[in-house]
């Protein structure tokens, strides 16, 4: 026979025995076993399998993968796209100076063999100065199903023949031309950081990010349509620090710098559904402006004081300029039209 306590008595039983429970460790035969055996060393089983050595010790990778099938979203994010062998190579190696001085370099690669891979290296003296290195190989694998109505693709001019088309379902396959819509990334980073005398300390970090690759856009006249658009970007960061630090006193100068270029200015596309254009140079074109090169610098300043042990004073200060100059496009991508300058000036 079983019974249903209320709810008000099991939450004053689930009290009393957690009260037990406490008691039962803090009471003074317990509370050193517990923190010397129960607690830590049952902690530890939970790392106990965990395998570190990829950062501890020295080694080399050698190895050959297969992948049994085409698929782009299985290497959506890896580059294990294709069917077949795939090499696995990656290493890493670790020095630490005998002397026990602090000293250490350190050389680390992984996924060598893909398209997206890693290597990195490391090194100085802690505690005083370092130097870092790094390069990130990054894809995106986004659709291999893709097929358009165009010519060019995976440039900067889509063409296409004269044709009127109700509906995409009206669309004659043969008219229709497939093509890989993926992305690619690398970014470059390096570091240099160090300790001065009296209290001063610096930091230099540089990151370079250059993409391309195809992405998808919307356009629309008389038809709505979805086409790629070619990708040749490059952003470049540049961030210093320059700081000061006392038991009373604490000073941070910094300086950013950011510039993106983009090689590319427009997109034009000619518009496959235009029924009435007499040859393939008479089709309308639509014209969509890219991303434009820009760059942009910024000073800061932030302290603080500690006037009392119950009273400090801080201050921030910051001055940034944002800069684009890169020329309007044409008041149209057509006819006479393409001609006509209605704007007071030619760029922002």
Request: hydrophobic content about 40%.
């Amino acid at each position: 026979m079983t019974h249903n306590l209320p709810v008000s008595a099991q939450r004053r039983a689930l009290a009393l025995a957690i009260c037990s429970a406490l008691a039962a460790i803090s009471s003074p035969s317990h509370a050193d076993q517990a923190l010397d055996f129960n607690l830590f060393r049952d902690s530890a089983t939970m790392f106990r399998d965990a395998d570190m050595s990829r950062w501890s010790e020295n080694y080399v990778e050698l190895g050959v993968g297969y992948n049994s099938r085409n698929s782009f979203k299985f290497g959506e994010y890896t580059g294990l796209t294709d069917k077949g062998g795939v090499p696995l190579l990656g290493f890493h190696w670790l020095n630490r100076d005998a002397g026990n001085d602090a000293q250490f370099w350190r050389v680390y690669g992984a996924n060598l063999g893909l398209g997206s891979r890693k290597l990195q290296a490391e090194g100085g003296v802690q505690g005083k100065w370092g130097v870092t290195f790094s390069l990130d190989q990054l894809k995106k694998s986004q659709t291999d199903s893709a097929a358009f109505l165009h010519g060019g693709l995976g440039t900067s001019t889509l063409t296409t023949t004269p044709g009127a088309f109700a509906n995409a379902a009206a669309v004659p396959p043969a008219r229709l031309q497939p093509f890989e819509i993926k992305q690619g990334r690398d970014v470059y980073r390096m570091g240099l950081n160090g300790e001065l005398a009296n209290g001063w300390a610096y930091k230099v970090s540089f990151r370079e990010d250059q993409s391309d690759g195809t992405r998808l856009t919307g356009l629309y006249q008389l038809r709505a349509m979805v086409v790629p658009y070619p990708i040749d970007e490059r952003t470049r960061q540049i961030e210093a620090t320059l700081s000061y630090a006392t038991k009373v006193a604490q000073l941070q100068l910094g300086y950013t710098y950011s510039k993106f270029d983009n090689s590319l200015h427009q997109f034009d596309v000619q518009n496959p559904f235009s029924a009435t254009a007499p040859v393939p140079s008479a089709i309308p074109t639509l014209r969509m402006s890219l991303a434009p090169s820009n760059d942009f610098h910024q000073f800061n300043a932030n302290g603080g004081y500690n006037i009392s042990k119950v009273s400090r004073l801080t201050g921030k200060f910051s001055y940034g300029i944002a800069r684009q100059n890169e020329n309007f496009l044409a008041y149209s991508a057509n006819g006479a039209a393409a001609n006509l300058n209605l704007l007071p000036r030619s760029s922002l």
